[in-house]
């Protein structure tokens, strides 16, 4: 077959009525993607002359998902079944000769399954070829019915079985190759006899046998390619497959992953040789792990890209950062977007960065938000540092220096600059530029009273002495807290 007369078709026009959900079936997610887009990347690779979806519920937001991927979109209104959305294909396969067709709420078939179908599918000569599975339980699928051992003769629908079909364990996945000659007289010959009354794509095959027309089935290798998404756990239960098969990848790629079953992985997230992932972390998005790296238990990274040697210790929140090799943040700390840590950096618990750079070797280690800064090398930020960026309208920045100093507590008000290995005294107020080198000192002066704690102490132990009357009497107040005003 060359790809030039084969077609794709999508079927996810549909609602997903068992879902319960105001979101169209396809557009639900599992292996962090949509299920559709899971299916229109399967089929990419087989390079077809035209990958047709058919979209109906919240069509729009199907097409601006399958769109970028190379697919076009053909709008079925009212959805009458799985065998009208292949009549409204019809004119966008063009000239096609062959199409794989494929429900799009069945998100884990791969490439080469698809291309074992086709490949029975042209050895066989036939009119159809059905990819079926068997499943220990068939519940919910349509059955394939055989004639013999090769030939198919009808698909039947669950709500349509006979006790006998019931039995059946051989199901239909939803994904067929049809020589698109045979199929068009056959789709137009099927009626839509069933209580829905609908025009089902399963009941072409039917016809097909009829008319002494081939009908095979391609056995899936790997029954669990098929599964379809109809209910909540259906999804769970695939999200469950993929995120295993993407873990799987990652430890023959050398990844350490504990307790593998609680780590959620993307499909585009990579990570290198001798990394370690503890229990109960999130990889999501674009993430990219260097070597040797460390993410402890909770942490959840989305688009960070990490060098190697990083540790993320436990429970920290990680978006679109870059972290270079060495650094080390956490427990507990919060990058939101935008920030570059360079290397040998350290972030400790508690604190918060939003589009800031932490130059080489600096330190941040405790209870800080660092928004909009700029940080130079081997500076250190004391507990409780706060850059204030934000005056109720606009965002300013803060630059901090080479070997600064800043002091615990102190606040820096935007837009400041601190020079090269200055120092901000503790609990500093800084609304003015420090030079380089310099102190910066900006709070209230202390003052020691000598022996007031002590004559405290004997004006109240006096007020305590017994016979007099009781403190606790609420009407009258104090002669030493009145004498005090
Ligand atoms: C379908 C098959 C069933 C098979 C099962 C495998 C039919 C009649 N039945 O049942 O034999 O075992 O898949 O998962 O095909 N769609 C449209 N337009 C419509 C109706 C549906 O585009 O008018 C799309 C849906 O969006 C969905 C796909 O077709 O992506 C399949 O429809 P669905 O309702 O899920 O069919 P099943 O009941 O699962
Ligand atoms: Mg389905």
Sequence with gaps: MSNNDLAIVILAAGKGTRLKSSLAKVLHRAG????????????????????????????????????????????????????HAMQVAKRAVGRAKFAIVIAGDAPLVRTETLKALAATHHKGNAAATILSAVLADPSGYGRVVRKSETLVSAIVEESQLTDEQREINEINSAIYCFTLEKLWP??????????????????????????????????????????????RADLAEVDRIFREWKRS???????????????????????????????GVQLLGKTKIGMRCTIRTGSVLADA????DVTVEPHCVVTQSRLDDRVIIGPFARLRPNNHLKADSR?????????????????????????????????????????????????????????????????????????NGAYIA???TITENVPADALGIARGRQANKAGWAAKRRRELAAEEKPGKKSRTKKSKPRKSARKRK
């Design 426 to 428: 503790a609990g500093s």
């Design 347 to 419: 972030i400790g618990n508690f604190v918060e960065l939003k589009k800031s750079t932490i130059g080489e070797g600096t330190k941040a280690m405790h209870l800080s938000y660092l928004g909009d800064t700029k940080i130079g090398a081997k500076a250190n930020i004391g507990a409780g540092t706060i850059t204030c960026n934000y005056d109720g309208f606009h965002k300013f920045p803060t630059h901090i220096g080479n070997k600064v100093f800043i002091g615990s507590d102190s606040a820096l008000i935007a837009p400041v600059r601190i020079g």
């Design 32 to 83: 962090g993607r949509t299920l559709v887009e899971h299916v229109v990347r399967s089929c990419a690779p087989l390079k077809p002359r035209e990958t047709v979806v058919v979209v109906g519920h919240q069509a729009e937001q199907v097409g601006a998902v399958v769109g970028p991927l190379g697919a076009v979109t053909v709008l079925q209104q009212p959805q009458n079944g799985t065998g």
């Design 249 to 279: 990848a990652l430890m023959e790629a050398g990844v350490t992953i504990q307790l593998p079953e609680t780590v959620v992985i993307d499909p585009d997230v990579a990570a290198g040789e001798d990394t370690i992932i503890e229990p």
């Design 186 to 231: 056959a789709l137009a010959q099927a009626k839509p006899n069933n209580k829905h009354r609908e025009l089902y794509l399963t009941d072409a095959i039917g016809v097909l046998n009829a008319k002494g027309e081939t009908v095979l089935a391609h056995v899936a290798a790997d029954p669990r390619e098929v599964l379809g998404c109809n209910t």
């Design 305 to 308: 890209i990490l060098g190697d």
